[in-house]
């Protein structure tokens, strides 16, 4: 009998620990927000939470102190159950994300307690030593690209401090400002992003921003938001906050963005544009336009026009979307201080930035497109026409995407009808809005096949068909794990 225990509890305990370190892998994405988590728990992948993923979290504090403090709550739970040893693990097995869920929810009051010290102290020293100049970036997608061009074109001329990777909210920016000596800096540029009104609002508050960057919107976290309005006023907080000279920029090729540059005009901002097309805006003061744009699977190239002036530059960097992304640090950078002719000559110094459209060789000659980064409607189809100049066979490695809200199953069909026009082979990384996803690669290509694979199953399915010319697009997050054991 005792052995039949074993037999059963061991691997049982296995499955526990691995669905723990899933669980906390996924708290970690969500960024620990139960607003984001509900959401999640409603798609298809959600509905299974029992039978997660596996994944393994990052080595990091929080993620950490949740896995230890599950552990140790179910540990106590197993052994003051009043049942049969195999009754409690079955009840373990079910309460372990509630478990998860209410720890998160304990752990709120000390981390706020803890960020709101840690950005105090950082205002505290940016008040007291700063001079900078400081340029604040936000939007649906493009912030992170737009601050790395951005922060390259002024590193050629000025010291630039630069929040990294991803951290745009107030406590990323505190920890950057408590990380390095401010006083010793010209410039800061400052990413900012936001899942609700306010979150803008409070770290311009903090920052002060001079000039302001919006790059694009779109229906990224339409079930956070709600509306594309609440998206718009969210990020116009931006702009709203700067101080100073008060130039704004605006990306006039998205439809909102150029409503949003009138509403600048209205609050006396000194506006500027950048675009692919020649678009005119009353009182606009200045117009950034790219003309004869070329662009391959190894460089964008295009002339800068401002007024009279024209200059050309080539990047090595993939995809035409990339233009608008140069094109806003150019305009940012001259904005700060640099002229025209300096800005774009260092913009010739901008590289990719990691797990966005970054080339890697692949097996027996193909090539692999990273581009898991991100995910939204409009940078899947940008990777996708970089995928479409590839010669050989075209993969696409795609997760569905998230919290686009009413417009989720909209978006999904067209971004599926562009990938059946493109692609030879199409891989989802799990079932959400995988039918409305299906019914685009069909309306385009019927013939077209698209399977659901795991990472394991993807790598393994590469692995065995790829061949000289052929292009993998691993697009997503989930992508990225099919990605990392193929290297």
């Known amino acids: 009998m005792n052995i039949i225990l074993l037999l059963i509890s061991v691997p049982w305990t296995i499955r526990l620990v691995g669905n723990l370190l899933s669980y906390v892998h996924l708290w970690y994405v969500k960024e620990y927000r139960w607003d984001r988590m509900w959401i999640h728990l409603h798609t298809k992948q959600g509905r299974l939470i029992l039978f997660p993923a596996r994944r393994i979290p990052p080595l990091s504090p929080k993620a950490v102190v949740l896995f230890f403090s599950t552990f140790l709550a179910c540990g106590a739970l197993f052994f003051l159950l009043p049942v ?169 090729d998205n439809k909102y963005t150029r409503q949003m540059a009138q509403w600048a005009v209205k609050d006396g901002c000194r506006v500027w544009l950048y675009a692919k097309e020649n678009y005119k805006l009353l009182n606009a003061e200045k117009i950034f336009r790219a003309e004869n744009i070329v662009s391959d699977l190894a460089h964008v190239a295009f002339d800068v026009c401002v007024e009279k002036s024209r200059v050309h530059v080539s990047v090595n960097v993939l995809g035409e979307h990339q233009v608008s992304n140069i094109l806003a640090a150019i305009a940012g950078a001259v904005a700060g201080g640099m002229t025209l002719n300096d800005a774009v000559k260092a913009a010739g110094s901008i590289r990719h930035n990691p797990k966005t459209l970054e080339l890697i060789p692949g097996i027996n000659g193909s090539i692999y497109i990273n581009d898991t980064f991100n995910n939204n409607p409009d940078a899947a189809k940008a990777a996708l026409a970089v995928l479409a100049k590839a010669s050989g066979r075209k993969i696409l490695v795609f997760q569905p995407m998230i919290e686009l809200g009413s417009y989720a199953r909209a978006s999904h069909n067209e971004v599926g009808r562009e990938a059946g026009r493109v692609c030879d082979d199409i891989i989802l990384t799990n079932g959400n809005f995988a039918d409305d996803f299906i019914a685009g690669v069909h309306s385009s290509s019927p013939e077209k096949n698209v399977v659901i694979l795991s990472p394991i199953e993807t790598a393994k399915f590469i692995r065995g068909t790829g061949k000289k010319d052929d292009a993998v697009l691993f697009k997503g997050k989930e992508a990225e794990f099919a990605f990392r054991l193929l290297i």
């Open 84 to 252: 049969h040893p195999l009754l409690a693990l079955f009840v373990l097995d079910i309460a372990l994300f509630p478990i998860t869920a209410l720890l998160v929810l304990l752990m709120k009051l000390p981390t706020t307690l803890y960020h709101e010290y840690k950005i105090a102290q950082a205002l505290a020293k940016f008040g007291a030593q700063s001079k900078m100049t400081v340029i604040g970036i936000t939007g649906s997608f493009g912030k992170t690209s737009t601050k790395e061009n951005l922060a390259t074109i002024l590193g050629s001329k000025y010291k630039v401090l630069k929040t990294e990777a991803s951290k745009n909210s107030p406590i990323g920016i505190a920890e950057t400002l408590l990380e390095k000596p401010t006083s010793t800096y010209d410039v800061f540029v400052v990413e900012m992003g936001a899942y609700k009104k306010g979150e803008i609002a409070r770290m311009s508050q903090m920052v002060k921003p001079k000039i302001g960057i919006i790059t694009a919107i779109n229906t990224q976290h339409q079930d956070l938001f709600g509306t594309i309005e609440t998206t718009m006023k969210a990020k116009y907080e931006l702009i709203s906050g700067l101080v100073g000279k008060r130039i704004a920029i605006f990306n006039a």
